[in-house]
């Protein structure tokens, strides 16, 4: 079964957050490093990314337990495996194997599940994060005009990293948490590009993140123009995740789901982090207000992004299961 064919069954769940999983095993600089970093000259606590090559039994079980919570989709662990990115922990190099080893990984807990519960749809979806730069604002408060980053660069490292997420096996491209959308212009450029000179039909997921009440991503979209400003990328999805909890995601969920033609996703946070850093939406709170947007018709793939865990997976697949997806809508 495709994933064309799923969305058009059922709504689906994609994983909750591969960070706050990690962050439960109070990982060492050794573990980060394991024996093939032993050496290296350069802090390597908090690359989450490098996990899948040093410690890769923890992502797979990581895997598995969104697999086991109800997950249709799992993300791979590449949120910042690209080489801008990875410029932070003197990792450019690693990029792709980074990539390569976490479709392995992922890969890896979908044959194992399927051989312990059996056979069913479950996708790999390669994350690509929107690196840890701006192309259109400045960093630099006394220099408006500067950029720490330009396009054509961004375009290089989303194409060496969704090469490698390809060349892998991942069965679909998630360009996620975009706040800046010229960052995500280039994604798309880097993607279609590829598809193009390969012939390929792998799809392609979009999702946004409003970064305040304002209702605004960072470089000052609303989520209708952030729409209007991907639509032409040959895209199977269109979302929203991270930043907000699911209260405050109501109404820009709503607002996708009018302007839509294509699917539309929300993985919201666990809410808003508390004085602790930490997050406080409860399973069942959570799984209620995504079932509510279910309820309208607004959604065809729900999970969890900051704070999630696999009890909030399995609490938001209960409650969705009981709804149908949002119909494509047809336009004169």
Known sequence: ?????????????????????????????????????????????????????TQPQIIKEIHKDFLKAGADILETNTFNANSISMGDYHMQKWVIELNVEAVKVAKAARK?????????????????????????????????????????????????????????????LLVETVFDTLNCKAALYAINTLKEERGLDIPLMVSGTITDASGRTLSGQTTEAFYNSISHGNLMSVGLNCALGADQMRQYVEELSRVSEVFVSCYPNAGLPNEFGEYDDSPEGMAKVIAEWCSHGWVNIVGGCCGTTPDHIRAIAHECKKFAPRPIPSRA
């Open 1 to 53: 079964m495709s994933i064309h064919q799923l969305l058009n069954e059922r709504i689906v769940i994609i994983d909750g957050a591969m960070g706050t999983m990690i962050q439960k095993y109070k990982l060492s600089e050794e573990d980060y490093r394991g024996e093939k970093f032993a050496n290296y000259e350069h802090s390597l606590k908090g690359n989450n990314d490098l996990l899948v090559i």
């Open 112 to 172: 194992e599940y399927v051989q312990e519960f059996g056979e069913r749809p479950i996708f790999i979806a390669g994350a690509i994060g929107p690196t840890n730069k701006t192309a259109s604002l400045s960093p630099d408060v006394n220099n408006p005009g500067y950029r720490g980053v330009t396009f054509d660069e961004l375009v290089e490292a989303y194409t060496e990293q969704v090469l490698a997420l390809i060349d892998a096996g991942a069965d679909i």
